[in-house]
């Protein structure tokens, strides 16, 4: 017996995602060598054993080992451990499994020295608060915060503001209980959300939803680069703006063009920075999480402090309007200098400087008062009463505060831009799509599955605890900005009537620069996390190949980091930046984020409805109509921000489903979509199953029977190119074929003529499915096809078949039995018929008739096929111009101009366009061509009979003189299973011969003349020369009308009852088509498969 020693895996940089699934890969082949091919490829011992490939287990050299090393209580199964190894075996090396991460950490090692290479890698041993719940807070918490969140506070008001948040995280907390079911269903390696959509939706989904959450991702790293910028050129550095603006009402187009500009060099630095080593990136992730968390803990302090003492943030107000603040000095519009007033820098900017009179100022300067109110009352003010309800403006209005007196006047445009105006036109659809994304992060978690002591319970805890935080932060500073920031400032964007500042900054302690520069850093930290995640998935869609013109993107440099990926990566994101503003970017993030999330929910509810057998979550706390519930936020939110984003994310995931699902590679991952089709499939067999379908929705359901030659190769492919031209991607069609031998010695055999049939179906694009049979005889495999091909309702109802050609020239009579025997099984399996002859002249699927007759010879009724067939045919694009001829026989006794009209308001009535036309076959003597046709048809029989029996005689004295003593069988010399034996190659036998063989062998020959003059003097039978009359004249008809024709349809004769007329049937056949191109042999199933009635 073969000795098995257990080696370790090694990881290979070049293997995708199938390789982190390794432990379904259960074949231990028997070899010497170290298998890393880890494709699930079958393979067959020749006995019917499978064997697939598997990286757990070596043999070692079987001679040098002995029996011993097998346990003796497991002699039972010795001779079966090679492909069912010992339990412990398998358990040593599930026990060393470990979760190899394609993140940073693979990379730093590959960057270290080669001696660091070699060492064993380190086990995971990151817990849930650092693996994650602080990076799924660093995720969450993002630049919405700090530039955002008062903004929306002020325009949708405390209590639509508090429904905006609760929304966005009601939506990510149910994706995070989905998620969590998902991660915690197994072992789930680094690969995150693309990972465990495509694994449970299939290839399709998640190459579509994996684009989507790269697309996501790469457009997250623009909006933190723009928030980055807005943060340095309007708090931080105002004087490094590249653009001015003399126009007050162009200011936003000059700072766009500032955004531009910076935004695209700091995406530079960061994608170098990213290329250079992602080692640098994570070490400066605790660094920017340090500085989220204390601009957080300074807004709570300030927010505090400011019930006692609040920060002095005054705000100029000129009657009801906001002013901005850095325009002027002195919030009054005079000033007292020595004993004298003088005008103040106010005055001069709505007045002529220099002068006092009011008869060249603005008017509504002059009708109002200048006051001056806190930004910032206060934690026990009482401003939250104001700020409760929304109050959304047009783009351009003015920001007013609701309790100061005014008087309305009409002032100059001139003096627009002394006013805090809003910038763009804002509703609360608007500002669900602006917050979503500081509420998305929730799956930094599951990247980092590889570096984690216990992934499956780290995930959903870590998670679910993130969210919940990250919830109660942004609900209670919804509270926060309500109770202590005046409305006004709330809805200044950038802070315009603060100074400049930052409004978040202004609530802050101790000083407005703690948030302003740990925002600054928080988001280039953002920034660069996501410019470092979406190159790498980006790489690992590429290296599962399932997109093929991604392919190039999962190269990368020699330690594996995905220089190629990053580079696609730096130019969308460049597409993000020259949009510019952080308002845009947000909501086409949101799209992405949201289609991501929607289909994780998808996933877990699908799974769980499925019930599948591999679906035992360790998180037990989901249900799927929670799942239910996530998917419909997610739509709802998607359609709620933006519609039109919506429809175009929808679309782009719709075009890469349906690019994979036509050109991606395919991929066997046991996700639920299959599971999904199949309980569809099972139900609607169920359904079927109930009766026969009703005449209006019978079709052809296909059993197509090839033939294979010694290679293995399809003999007449054109009878596939005829079932797709027939069927049109419609229906059942089952391809079969039947090889010769035994199943165990065979299986490879079937297996590769399997393959070479569906390589066959893809070609000529034949929708349907492969089966075939090993079977001692051709005709026995025939009839188990007819008999077991299909499942349920879904079975064939028609059989097609090519017509045994060269059966006069051969002296085997097997093709032709066979051919008849499969005539007469259909008949009594009351199943249609269909034989196309010279199949190999019907054209194939690139050819056009552009025009041409179908021409259909109906002698017989039997069920409509001839009148249904055309008509699909018809529908292909090859035969849709070709036009359709109907000819049926009238006798003498029949009156063929009724008969006409008959036919035509019956075609009328099936709703079928055809001309129409009744032949009329006058009787006639049998002419003398029939005659000595049917003479020739005789004497070749009986020759080959008589040939056949002595060749029998030989065999069958052969036979008894080796096996003397076996029983011998009683049979007729023209038996089945003389003619079906195959011939062994010839020994020598020595013969016995006595004095009657002797006699008997000479006799037989002096007997050969007379059965020579015997063949000369022979008289065909009457019945035959009937039938061979009925034969020639309809040919004659036939060729007559329908020589130039495409296609001719014609009623098939049935066999005769009487199996010793078989080879005269076969020659009837051939008389009857004889000198037509191209002609389909058609027998009804014993059913009307055509009615008039709707």
């Not at 783009?395 to 005014?406: V, W």
């Not at 942004?474 to 400032?489: A, N, T, W």
């Not at 029949?894 to 008969?899: K, L, P, R, T, V």
């Not at 080879?1063 to 056949?1069: D, I, P, S």
Request: glycine share 8%.
């Amino acid at each position: 017996m073969p000795h098995f020693t257990v080696v370790p895996v090694r990881d290979q940089a070049q293997s995708s995602y199938d390789s982190l699934e390794g432990i379904n890969w259960v074949d231990y082949r028997d070899t010497g060598q170290e298998h890393h091919d880890h494709q699930d490829t079958v393979s067959s011992d020749g006995h019917g054993n499978h064997k697939e490939d598997s990286p757990f287990l070596k043999s070692a050299d079987a001679a040098s080992k002995n029996y011993d090393f097998y346990d003796r209580n497991l002699a039972l199964f010795e001779e079966e451990l090679d492909i069912r190894p010992k339990v412990s075996s398998l358990l040593s090396r599930l026990v060393n499994y470990t979760n190899i991460t394609q993140g940073a950490k693979e990379h730093e090692e590959e960057e270290s020295t080669e001696a660091s290479r070699s060492k064993t890698p380190k086990s995971p041993n990151m817990g849930t608060l650092m693996g994650v719940y602080l990076p799924c807070l660093q995720n969450i918490f993002g630049v919405i915060l700090f530039l955002r969140l008062t903004w929306i506070v002020g325009m949708a008001g405390i209590m639509q503001s508090l429904l905006i948040v609760l929304m966005c995280c009601s939506c990510t907390m149910l994706t995070a209980i989905s998620m969590s079911a998902i991660a915690t269903n197994g072992v789930v390696p680094a690969g995150g959300a693309y990972f465990m959509i495509s694994r449970s939706l299939g290839p399709e989904f998640g190459g579509a939803v994996g684009l989507c959450f790269y697309l996501g991702t790469t457009f997250a790293s623009a909006m933190y680069i723009l928030g980055a910028i807005e943060i340095f050129l309007k708090y931080l550095v105002p004087q490094a703006a590249i653009f001015h603006s003399t126009d007050p009402l162009g200011s936003d187009s000059a700072m766009l063009n500032n955004m531009r500009v910076y935004g695209s060099i700091c995406l530079t630095l960061m994608a170098v920075v990213v290329f250079v080593g992602v080692k640098y990136v994570n070490k400066l992730a605790s660094l920017f999480l340090t500085c989220v968390i204390i601009s957080i803990v300074s807004i709570y302090a300030g927010a505090f402090k400011s019930m006692t003492h609040p920060p002095e943030f005054p705000i100029c107000m000129l009657g009801n309007r906001t002013l901005v603040r850095d325009r002027f000095d002195v919030c009054a519009k005079t000033v007292i200098e020595g004993n004298h007033t003088m005008p103040s820098q106010l005055w001069d900017r709505f007045c002529l400087p220099g002068n006092l009179s009011s008869t060249q100022c603005d008017d509504y300067f002059i009708q109002n008062n200048v006051t001056e109110i806190q930004g910032i009352p206060g934690l026990g003010s009482g401003i939250i009463r104001e700020n409760m309800w929304s109050n959304y403006l047009p783009k351009g209005e003015i920001l007013e505060k609701a309790g100061l007196q005014s008087v309305d006047a009409h002032g100059t445009m001139d003096n627009f831009g002394m006013y805090v105006s809003a910038d763009i036109a804002t509703s609360f659809t608007l500002l669900v799509g602006i917050f979503f994304p500081s509420a998305t992060g929730i799956m930094a978690g599951s990247n980092r599955s590889g570096d984690l002591r216990d992934a499956q319970k780290s995930i959903p805890v870590g998670t679910i605890l993130a969210i919940t935080t990250t919830s109660l932060v942004y609900l209670s500073s919804v509270i926060l900005f309500g109770s202590c920031i005046e409305g006004v400032v709330l809805r200044d964007k950038f802070g315009d009537a603060v100074r400049k500042n930052l409004v978040v900054g202004t609530l802050s302690w101790p000083s407005p620069w703690v948030i302003v520069i740990g925002s600054f850093f928080s988001t280039v930290g953002a920034g660069l996390q996501s410019l470092t995640g979406a190159p790498r998935l980006l790489q690992a869609i590429a290296k599962d190949n399932i997109i093929p013109f991604l392919r190039v993107f999962g190269h990368g440099k020699s330690n594996g980091e995905p220089t190629w990926a990053l580079l696609l990566t730096g130019l969308i994101a460049e597409l993000g930046i020259l949009i510019a503003s952080l308002d845009m970017v947000a909501p086409i993030l949101s799209m992405f984020f949201l289609m991501c999330y929607l289909f994780v929910n998808l996933a877990c509810a699908v799974q769980t409805l499925l019930r599948t057998p591999n679906w035992r979550p360790r998180f037990k706390y989901y249900h799927w109509a929670l799942s239910f519930l996530g998917m419909s936020m997610c739509v709802a939110l998607m359609f709620i921000s933006s519609w039109y984003y919506a429809i175009v994310a929808m679309g782009i995931a719709g075009m890469i489903y349906k690019y994979i699902e036509y050109q991606g590679a395919e991929k066997e991952w046991g996700d639920g979509i299959r599971g999904l089709s199949l309980s569809a499939a099972r139900y609607a067999l169920l359904r079927l199953e109930v009766g026969p379908p009703h005449t209006k929705n019978w079709r052809p359901q296909l059993l197509v029977l090839l033939k294979l030659d010694e290679d293995l190769h399809v003999k007449y492919p054109r009878l596939l190119t005829f079932a797709s031209q027939l069927k049109a991607g419609k229906g059942l069609t089952i391809v079969g074929s039947v090889i010769q031998g035994n199943f165990l010695d065979s299986y490879g055999e079937m297996q590769a003529a399997e393959q070479a049939i569906k390589n066959m179906m893809e070609i000529e694009r034949v929708k349907g499915f492969c089966q075939v049979v090993v079977a001692s005889k051709v005709r026995e495999g025939i009839v188990h096809l007819i008999q077991s091909c299909g499942l349920g309702g879904m079975k064939h109802n028609t059989v097609v078949m090519g017509w045994p050609y060269g059966w006069r020239q051969s002296e085997d009579p097997r093709a032709w039995k066979t051919f008849i025997n499969t005539v007469r099984c259909t008949t009594a399996a009351h199943l249609a018929l269909m034989v196309p002859k010279n199949v190999s002249f019907y054209p194939s699927n690139h050819e056009r008739f552009t025009d041409g007759n179908i021409d259909v010879w109906w002698i017989v009724h039997d069920g409509g096929m001839l009148m249904l067939l055309p008509f699909l045919l018809k529908q292909h694009k090859v035969w849709r111009k070709c036009k359709m001829r109907i000819f049926t026989v009238a006798q003498m006794d029949d009156n063929s101009i009724q008969m006409k009209k008959d036919l035509a308001t019956f075609l009328y009535q099936l709703r079928i366009e055809a001309e129409v036309e009744v032949v009329e076959m006058h009787d006639s003597d049998i002419s003398a061509y029939t005659y000595e046709r049917t003479l020739m048809m005789e004497q070749r029989s009986q020759m080959l009979r008589q040939m056949r029996l002595s060749s029998a005689e030989r065999q069958r004295e052969a036979q008894l003189v080796k096996d003397r003593h076996s029983l011998v069988r009683m049979g007729s010399l023209y038996s089945d299973e003389e003619e079906e034996v195959v011939e062994a190659p010839p020994e020598k036998i020595q013969m016995t011969w006595t004095k009657e063989k002797c006699e008997a062998e000479r006799r037989n020959r002096n007997n050969a003349p007379e059965n020579f003059r015997e063949l000369m003097s022979l008289k065909p039978d009457q019945s035959n020369v009937r039938r061979m009359h009925t034969a020639v004249k309809l040919n004659e008809v036939i060729v007559n009308r329908s020589h130039d024709a495409r296609l001719v349809l014609l009623n098939m004769p049935g066999p005769p009852r009487n199996t010793d007329g078989d080879e005269n049937y076969m020659e009837f056949l051939e008389v009857l088509t004889e000198g037509l191109e191209r002609v389909l042999l058609v027998r009804g199933g014993g059913r009307e498969v055509i009615t008039i009635y709707s």
